[in-house]
């Protein structure tokens, strides 16, 4: 072969493999990591390693809910299994306000509505405006309820949940309730000059150790802003009030909201996935980010990754909402929601879902 046509041929695989190269960057989102970790204008910490989801796509569109219950958005998942169906509970941004809301699935792809769970409470109550995200627990007996309560709003038409951000209670016999609040039972509550001065939400419960561990929500507030994270709560007795950790598992400069746990028993490590809140401009809920520890009472700010973000979210490329996660088989789901497109408004979002192959490994630099 005559050698400036082995020079062509050569030049033409390098340049194949570079376009292969470029479209699996772009595929797979890592470009965006080996530029580095995100940075924020307040200088609030980033990610810098990466534990990529596959993405599926939006799995419910909010809109035809029953009663309207969703016709201005979903979001705010909180998914389990119970037998052969799959529970979602969602915040369904209907003409009255937020309310939790159930779909039921066989396969997390196809969802059927069934209306929200819960009502408004009355004028004095702390749920009178919004009784949202319902987190789950089966204790073998019965089924419990832990939701977010709030008696403020943004103004109509959106009437977003306003703070404080309260965790109430209910019951119930199955894993499709029905549900009775239980507004004897305050399983903790916003205290002020703390932590959690106006957001106490509920989040993951695991059992361990013979006590019950809830890794709820918590934010303060102070002329610099919201400064939000994640907490520990426990109790014995899950209808008896719940004693708060004198300080959070992460510092509140993480800027993180919302808890989903996973456990992987092939290196016994405990994954924590939340919600970013970043910074452009405004605040706004900017990824899905996963904390790792072996011991549920020590975690390291250090030990963390990018799971779900523009650079790899197949329809929302600014905004990703709270994340939920379900063992399915060997993947992990990975349940969001999400406003689309260069979005980052709290209306109109959607569910998607997402995929982590099993076992989960501890990231390191250069992985995906």
């Given amino acids: 072969m005559p050698a400036d046509l082995d020079m062509l041929h050569v030049v033409q695989r390098l ?18 990591a080996q530029a580095g970790p995100k940075a924020y204008p307040d200088g609030r910490p980033a990610a810098a390693l990466r534990m990529e989801a596959r993405d599926q796509g939006v799995v419910l569109k909010h809109g035809d809910g029953p009663g309207q219950c969703d016709v201005l958005g979903a979001r705010d998942v909180w998914a389990f299994k119970s037998g052969d169906t799959y529970y979602m509970h ?35 109550d702390p749920d009178s405006r919004s009784a949202s995200y319902g987190v789950t627990y089966q204790d073998g007996v019965k089924w419990h309820l832990f939701y977010l309560g709030t008696p403020n709003t943004s103004p109509a038409p959106d009437l977003i949940p ?8 209910a019951t119930g016999a199955g894993p499709g309730g029905p549900w009775t609040k239980q507004p004897g039972i ?21 059992k361990h150790a013979g006590e019950y ?7 303060s ?38 808890t989903s746990l996973y456990f992987e028993p092939t290196n016994k490590t405990w994954f924590l996935f939340t919600n970013h809140i970043g910074l452009d401009g405004y605040e706004y809920t900017d990824a899905v980010w996963v904390y790792w520890t072996r011991d549920l009472n020590r975690w390291d700010a250090a030990n963390k990754a990018v799971v779900l973000d523009g650079a790899n979210c197949a329809w929302s490329r600014r905004c990703i909402g709270l994340p939920s996660v379900v063992q399915v088989g060997k993947r992990l789901a990975l349940i969001y929601d999400a406003p689309g497109g260069d979005s980052g408004s709290h209306m109109r979002r959607d569910v998607g879902l997402a995929w982590l192959d099993l076992p989960l490994r501890i990231p390191k630099a250069g992985s995906r």
Wanted: proline share 9%.
């Fill in 15 to 32: 340049c194949a493999v570079a376009l292969v190269s470029v479209m699996t960057l772009a595929a797979t989102g890592s470009a965006r």
């Fill in 90 to 124: 969602y915040d369904g941004a209907g003409p009255k306000g937020w309310l939790s809301c159930l779909a039921t699935s066989r396969d997390l792809v196809h969802w059927t509505k069934k209306g929200p769970i819960l009502d408004f409470g009355k004028p004095s």
């Fill in 162 to 169: 306003a703070f404080p951000y309260l965790t109430l209670k």
């Fill in 186 to 206: 305050t399983p903790f509550a916003c205290v002020p000059g703390t932590y959690y001065s106006v957001t106490a939400s509920p989040g993951h419960i695991v």
């Fill in 213 to 219: 561990l809830m890794f709820f929500s918590a934010a």
């Fill in 221 to 258: 507030t102070d002329a610099a802003g919201i400064h939000r994270t994640i907490s520990i709560a426990r109790t014995r007795d899950l209808n008896a009030p719940w004693k708060l950790d004198e300080k959070p598992i992460l510092p509140p400069a993480e800027q993180i909201e919302n």
